[in-house]
T-cell receptor, first 115, second 113 residues
Framework: DGGITQSPKYLFRKEGQNVTLSCEQN?????MYWYRQDPGQGLRLIYY???????QKGDIAEGYSVSREKKESFPLTVTSAQKNPTAFYLC??????????????FGPGTRLTVL | DQQVKQNSPSLSVQEGRISILNCDYT??????FLWYKKYPAEGPTFLIS?????DKNEDGRFTVFLNKSAKHLSLHIVPSQPGDSAVYFC????????????FGTGTRLTIIP
């Protein structure tokens, strides 16, 4: 049963703490992505990775960090430098590579609330 | 600068009628377009896509139309069903195989029984 898992579904943290959101996929996809969704806004790209041990900043990377040590995993750390971290975070993956299509598959999301 | 725009935040349609969701884009480099459907507290799911070499793509009840000169695309759902009630996002990329997608702000579709 292939897919993308994100855990936990709901996460609460105190202001000033770093927090890491998990994303795992067993679709054998090369590319993985992190998005943030806020009310009334579309999905905004935070970071993406086209291959293991490589990643690029998206449109709103400030205050976030990622790693891509394994093909299956792309964890996102929300640092204390992120000024407005409360949001719904979505992880996605795609086949990757030119000519392989653009369709991205999304996980169920993690709602992060910073108190 | 919003390169992909969905100007209608919400739309209500009677069950059985046609739902038409619109999307405009400003970046002339966009060449491949996708529609996603999203339920609350879930990730978006892919619905249908279209390449700029086509002006129409159909998949069951869903049809996407592309007017490249007007930089406009639309998603038609016929007939509309209660399960279609969701937020629909339009997305675009520079070409087929390019991984970066730019998303619109979404349109909340409500199907009235």
């Amino acid at each position: 049963d292939g897919g993308i898992t994100q855990s936990p579904k709901y996460l609460f943290r105190k202001e000033g703490q770093n927090v890491t959101l998990s994303c795992e996929q067993n679709l054998n996809h090369d590319a993985m992505y992190w998005y943030r969704q806020d009310p009334g806004q579309g999905l905004r790209l935070i970071y993406y990775s086209q291959i293991v041990n490589d990643f690029q900043k998206g449109d709103i990377a400030e205050g976030y960090s990622v790693s891509r040590e394994k093909k299956e995993s792309f964890p996102l750390t929300v640092t204390s430098a992120q000024k407005n971290p409360t949001a719904f975070y979505l992880c996605a993956s795609s086949l990757g590579g030119s000519g392989k299509g653009n369709e991205q598959f999304f996980g169920p999301g993690t709602r992060l609330t910073v108190l | 600068d919003q390169q992909v725009k969905q100007n209608s935040p919400s739309l209500s349609v009677q069950e059985g009628r046609i739902s038409i969701l619109n999307c405009d884009y400003t970046n002339s480099m966009f060449d491949y377009f996708l529609w996603y459907k999203k339920y609350p507290a879930e990730g978006p799911t892919f619905l249908i896509s279209i390449s700029s070499i086509k002006d129409k793509n159909e998949d069951g009840r869903f049809t996407v139309f592309l007017n490249k000169s007007a930089k406009h695309l639309s998603l038609h759902i016929v007939p509309s069903q209660p399960g279609d009630s969701a937020v629909y996002f339009c997305a675009a990329s520079p070409h087929f195989g390019n991984e970066k997608l730019t998303f619109g702000t979404g349109t909340r579709l409500t199907i009235i029984p």
